[in-house]
């Protein structure tokens, strides 16, 4: 249930229990062929302009598909990529990336919504998420105004306020706490689905913010012919002499983060050493998703078209050798190997299940996870920014460093 508005309206988010009725590769309510058909007839209102596979970009076979939205707003990207274990996955994949793209844009619609004023101001009567606690690149002053907007905490099941600068992206009022990112934003074919997923998200980020500031790999992971798709996928990489290391990050809360490096062996590009990381309950999905990622990546940098990475270019210039000394981390022998059939499956038969599990293993590392429901009524597919402070973003900002990345290390 969700309603927000004016003054006096009470805005709360009660989750649903669905049963997951797909959890083959990934897990959602319906299968993914279900969910392409709801989201094709969407993709005109939100000005998507072409659909296309990109996977034949590269010598890997992992599915992976582009949308283009020329309409997108000024400081967003147009390009999208979507990618998954099948064909369908992967279109179904990008299309709810542009659905999510257009939904966490400014609309009319939202003024209603927010409330300026000083951090002391809104809290007067009402909670309000300190900026602080959102780990800023700099100090705010007191008397400093913000545009907020209505929030809810699922910790602690109350409304909240929080800045929309971590809400809306692109964010582009005269002043802004940081640079407006996605982090946390997610679709679904529920609501409780789209929360999970942009709940594993903020994780995901986190997790792998703090093994990049302290260089913690934590435990490689063995793939055997045993692991099924897993293994498929894996082996897609080896038949194409690309090297992958998997790793099962450190987390403070023990959900199951995973991630793959690749290294080319054949064209030693360095703009092709690249990363995918996922995140989810079942550490045999998140081991998917890093996987899948990590194919997104390399047919992203092959495509070149996305407009907010100039990595290429950047990673030319360093050069191979040197690219592959300053991520060597990522590409050693792993001190400590795991199987992947001994990884936990920590997951339940529902996403209601799943979010509420996730949050009691989050309890004593965090202080609220906070949900803005950005659904937009001409669509009617649920869209969310999932909002949880003091969650590490160094890994997509590192402007933006918190206490957990600083801890000292045994490097």
Not at 115 to 133: D, F, H, L
Not at 255 to 281: C, F, N, Q, R, Y
Not at 310 to 329: C, F, S, T
Not at 352 to 360: H, L, N, S, T, V
Request: aromatic share 6%; charged share 30%.
């Amino acid at each position: 249930m969700y309603s927000s508005g004016g003054d006096g309206d009470e805005m709360k988010i009660t989750l649903k229990r669905t049963p997951k009725g797909y959890t083959k590769d990934t897990h959602r309510v319906v299968p993914p062929e279900e969910t392409l058909k709801r989201v094709e007839k969407v993709l005109p209102d939100i000005g998507v302009t072409r659909v296309a596979e990109i996977s034949g970009l590269d010598r890997i076979g992992i599915p992976v598909y582009s949308a283009i939205r020329p309409s997108s707003a000024k400081g967003a990207i147009s390009v999208y990529a979507g990618k998954g274990a099948t064909p369908v996955e992967a279109k179904v994949s990008v299309m709810m990336e542009a659905v999510e793209r257009y939904s966490s844009e400014f609309h009319n619609a939202d003024k209603k919504r927010v409330v300026i004023g000083t951090y002391s101001e809104v809290s007067n009567g009402r909670t309000a998420i300190n900026p602080q606690s959102l780990i800023l690149p700099g100090i705010l002053l007191p008397n400093v105004k913000l545009d907020w907007i209505d929030g809810f905490d699922l910790m602690h099941k109350k409304e909240v306020l929080l800045p929309c600068n971590a809400v809306f992206h692109p964010y582009l009022a005269p002043f802004r706490l940081f640079r407006s990112n996605t982090n946390g934003l997610a679709s679904g074919n529920t609501l409780e689905e789209a929360i999970f997923h942009g709940l594993m998200e903020v994780v995901e980020r986190d997790a792998l913010s703090v093994a990049e500031a302290t260089r913690e790999t934590g435990r490689e992971i063995v793939i055997a012919e045993k692991d099924g798709l897993a293994f498929e996928l894996y082996d897609k990489f080896v038949k194409a002499n690309v090297e992958v290391k998997l790793w099962y990050l450190p987390t403070d809360s023990g959900i199951p983060t995973v991630l793959a490096a690749t290294d080319d062996k054949e064209l030693m590009d360095p703009s092709l050493l690249v990363m995918g990381v996922g995140t989810h309950l079942d550490a045999r999905i998140a081991v998917l998703r890093a996987l899948t990622e990590v194919a997104q990546s390399r047919a992203t940098q092959i495509q070149g078209a996305r407009e907010d990475t100039d990595r290429e270019r950047v990673v030319r210039r360093i050069g191979y050798e040197r690219m592959k000394r300053l991520n060597g981390h990522w590409y050693a022998d792993g001190k400590e190997k795991v199987r992947l059939e001994e990884l936990p499956d920590l997951s339940t038969d529902s996403h209601k299940g799943d979010i509420e599990k996730a949050i009691k293993m989050l309890k004593g590392i965090v202080d609220a996870v906070v949900v803005t429901d950005l659904t937009r009524d001409n669509l009617g597919i649920p869209v969310v920014r999932v909002t949880v402070p003091g969650l590490e973003m160094y890994a997509i900002d590192r402007e933006r460093i918190g206490s957990r990345c600083k801890r000292p290390t045994q490097r």
